[in-house]
């Protein structure tokens, strides 16, 4: 069955510093992986997405992913964390039977330090 | 409105009680989905519209749950004889065919007592 794991349920880091969110799935087939974030009071935005090709993805508000097939992850990465990325955060992968049908992890909210 | 809009944004029901939660997509989006987040989880698929057919009930959990979406744009939500466990956000998504990116609105937050 497809899945998605987010092993950090919560993650704190310091403004400036360098951010990497964990996601682990299961597919049989070539996955479409998402990553969202969903801020108080705000709905789901998408980050960025891969569907196939370069395994980097570029995504919006500086955020970048990385697909390795071997280890089945996508991680989520950040060079320098601003206060404003203070939400939580969803790995998806998109199941079979359509793009939009999306299989979303448990989450990591993530915390800022000043 | 520029975004998917759903209303209400609150509910409070009693426990049996029947309620609607309705979704406004972005104009022109012909696919169109539903969501359900419980607290402390991810969203999980419900049921995905494309026109006014619904192409994938699979994710409502029982025959209280149906939804409708009779002229291809509004879609509304509906949940007979709730329960306690009916309580969550429900969200709401909408596409384009050409952009596939889902829109998501911000969630009606329903709770059942």
């Known amino acids: 069955a497809q899945s998605v794991t987010q092993p950090d349920i919560h993650i704190t880091v310091s403004e400036g510093a360098s951010l990497e969110l964990r996601c682990n799935y299961s597919?049989?087939?070539?996955?479409?992986l998402f990553w969202y974030v969903q801020s108080p009071g705000q709905g789901l935005q998408l980050l960025l997405k891969?569907?196939?090709?370069?395994?980097l993805v570029q995504g919006i508000k500086g955020f970048e992913a990385e697909f390795k097939r071997s280890q089945s992850s996508f991680n989520l990465r950040k060079p320098s964390v601003h206060w404003s990325d203070a939400a939580e955060y969803f790995c998806?992968?998109?199941?079979?039977?359509?793009?939009?049908?999306?299989?979303f992890g448990a989450g990591t909210r993530l915390a800022v330090h000043p | 409105g520029a975004g998917v809009s759903q209303t209400p944004s609150n509910k409070v029901t009693e426990k049996g009680k029947y309620v609607e939660l309705r979704c406004d997509p972005i104009s022109g989006h012909t696919a169109l989905y539903w969501y359900r987040q419980s607290l402390g989880q991810g969203p999980e698929f419900l049921i995905y519209f494309q026109g006014t057919g619904a192409a994938d009930d699979s994710g409502l959990p029982n025959d209280r749950f149906f939804a409708v979406r009779p002229e291809g744009s509004v879609s509304t939500l509906k949940i007979q004889r709730t329960e306690r466990g009916d309580s969550a956000v429900y969200l709401c998504?909408?596409?384009?065919?050409?952009?596939?990116?889902?829109?998501f609105g911000q969630g009606t937050r329903l709770t059942v007592v």
């Open positions: 891969y569907f196939s090709g370069d395994t």
């Open positions: 998806a992968v998109g199941a079979t039977g359509g793009y939009n049908k999306l299989i």
């Open positions: 597919y049989g087939a070539t996955p479409y």
């Open positions: 998504a909408s596409s384009s065919r050409t952009n596939t990116e889902a829109f």
